[in-house]
């Protein structure tokens, strides 16, 4: 018993090699090819497909649609059709993603169903490759027709109240050090009565080299280094009439807070890391690019260089898996 979790928690370490997806990292049981182990199949495709969505929000298993399992030699090829719901936790979130909360039909769901290709060899499994379909809760419409509908994520009037959330959350000078936009997770519009249009905005900020202060523009600021820097997570509200009118913003610390030796710098992304849109996917996954001064194409993390674009461009799409970049898949061909 406690061997099996002890392996099960090894796989998961190794799925889990980006510290910030996940926190508390439960059993998981090992992938069989027995016809009966789609649910330990759809698991560790979902941790898989969570540990390579780096934008937007996490992702949970809802539904295993389908599970066929093609004996080979040595074992198996599996296909899965699944079914996820997106949850509240930014991916910046350390909540494992199983702890983490569906969002409600009214508050916009949004929902993927991916096709899932995983292999077994001598009992080791591993994801081959996926593909999902994101989208929207279509029924909405129906019940909420006068709800706050989400916009596009680079809506002009939007990342006004982008701006305004970043400057104002800088003006908190309890923090070290500047925080810049990190992801913008989504922007929802709606109409009130007294102020008229109003933009509800969710980003995620991570913590740069410049401190509290500076007289360097925050544009010039870099993040720290995504396993060393502080994170945080806001909504602000906001009114073309009135302007910024709220941001609540919760922390996360650093998953690194071991000190720095004598002499030693922080260390910060290097541009390489973070500047440039990356390639454009090679399966033709269309949509417009995005405009390149989208700042969140220049502040994601190294080994996070890719993005991809759905038919909607008011969520993060799951994207492809593996991916069409030079550096090649991290993980799951060790
Ligand atoms: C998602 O579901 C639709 C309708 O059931 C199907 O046509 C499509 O192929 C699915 N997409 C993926 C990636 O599995
Ligand atoms: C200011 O920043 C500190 C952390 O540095 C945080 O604990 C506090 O809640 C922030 N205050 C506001 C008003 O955001
Ligand atoms: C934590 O950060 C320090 C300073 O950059 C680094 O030397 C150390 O290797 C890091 N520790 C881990 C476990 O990554």
């Given at each position: 018993m406690y061997l099996s979790i002890m392996k099960g928690l090894s796989t998961l370490l190794l799925l889990c090699s980006t510290a910030l997806l996940c926190s508390a990292a439960p059993a998981v049981e090992p992938v069989t090819c027995s016809e009966d182990g789609g649910a330990a199949a759809a698991r560790m495709a979902a941790?898989?497909?969570?540990?390579?969505?780096?934008?937007?929000?996490?992702?949970?298993?809802?539904?295993?649609?389908?599970?066929?399992v093609e004996k080979v030699d040595d074992g198996c090829e599996i296909e899965l059709q699944l079914d996820l719901l997106e949850t509240t936790c930014h991916n910046i979130n350390p909540t494992h993603f199983e702890d983490c909360m569906i969002r409600f039909e009214t508050d916009r769901a949004v929902m993927a169903n991916c096709s899932v290709r995983m292999s077994v060899r001598n009992g080791d499994a591993r994801v081959r490759n996926y593909h999902c379909d994101t989208r929207q809760g279509g029924e909405m419409m129906m019940i909420c027709p006068d709800c706050p509908n989400l916009i596009s994520l680079h809506d002009p009037d939007g990342m006004k109240s982008v701006k305004e959330a970043v400057q104002r959350f800088n003006e908190n000078t309890t923090n070290q050090n500047y925080f810049i936009?990190?992801?913008?997770?989504r922007i929802?519009?709606?109409?009130m009565m007294m102020t008229g249009s109003n933009y509800w905005a969710e980003i995620a900020l991570v913590e740069s080299h410049c401190p509290m202060g500076s007289r360097i523009l925050p544009e010039a600021c870099k993040p720290l280094y995504p396993d060393?820097?502080?994170?945080?997570?806001?909504?602000?509200?906001y009114s073309k009439s009135k302007g910024l009118r709220s941001v609540e913003c919760e922390y996360y610390p650093p998953m690194n807070s071991?000190?720095?030796?004598d002499g030693e710098r922080e260390p910060i992304c290097r541009p390489e890391d973070t500047v440039g849109l990356p390639p454009p996917p090679a399966g033709g996954v269309g949509g417009p690019p995005p405009p390149p001064d989208q700042e969140r194409q220049r502040h994601m993390p190294p080994f996070h260089s890719f993005h991809c674009h759905g038919s909607d461009a008011a969520i993060h799409p799951i994207c492809p898996w593996p991916r069409p970049e030079p550096h090649g898949p991290r993980l799951n061909q060790e």
């Open positions: 941790h898989h497909i969570d540990e390579n969505h780096d934008h937007g929000y996490k992702f949970k298993l809802s539904e295993i649609k389908g599970n066929k936009l990190k992801d913008v997770g929802k519009i709606g109409w060393r820097a502080r994170h945080a997570y806001c909504r602000s509200s071991t000190a720095l030796g």
